[in-house]
């Protein structure tokens, strides 16, 4: 089993930052990518950023400039770093992992893709 803990959401007022931390842990041979996903009320679950384990990141663009993600191999974990936040940013920040559970799901391309358990970020203006 694999387990992604979240934590950093809040209410922060608009023009604000706040910092989003997801570690995992269990069952890793070797993690692929990492990164944050949100859904706000009534919205689909929408991309936020990736990250792989190399370091290369991806942003929505609506985030680009704002947002930075990065990530600690040695400890499973990332992190989402969100400045100049805006009122349209309020939603449940999920964590994602792609990960290779052992050496023989490693060699053979088989990746297991985890969800945290969501954590809330509020905007106000």
């Known amino acids: 089993q694999v387990q992604l803990v979240e934590s950093g959401g809040g209410l922060v007022q608009a023009g604000g930052s706040l910092r989003l931390s997801c570690a995992a842990s269990g069952s890793i041979f070797s993690i692929k990518s990492m990164g944050w996903y949100r859904q706000a009320p009534g919205k689909q679950r929408e991309l936020v950023a990736t990250?792989?384990?190399?370091?290369?990141?991806n942003y929505v663009d609506s985030v680009k400039g704002r947002f930075t993600i990065s990530n600690d191999n040695a400890n499973n974990t990332v992190y989402l770093q969100m400045n100049s936040l805006k009122p349209e940013d309020t939603a449940v920040y999920y964590c994602?992992?792609?990960?290779?559970?052992?050496?023989?799901?490693?060699?053979?391309?088989?990746?297991?893709?985890?969800w945290g358990q969501g954590t809330q970020v509020t905007v106000s203006s």
């Open positions: 990250i792989t384990s190399g370091g290369t990141g």
């Open positions: 994602n992992a792609a990960i290779y559970s052992n050496s023989y799901y490693y060699t053979q391309g088989l990746l297991d893709v985890h």
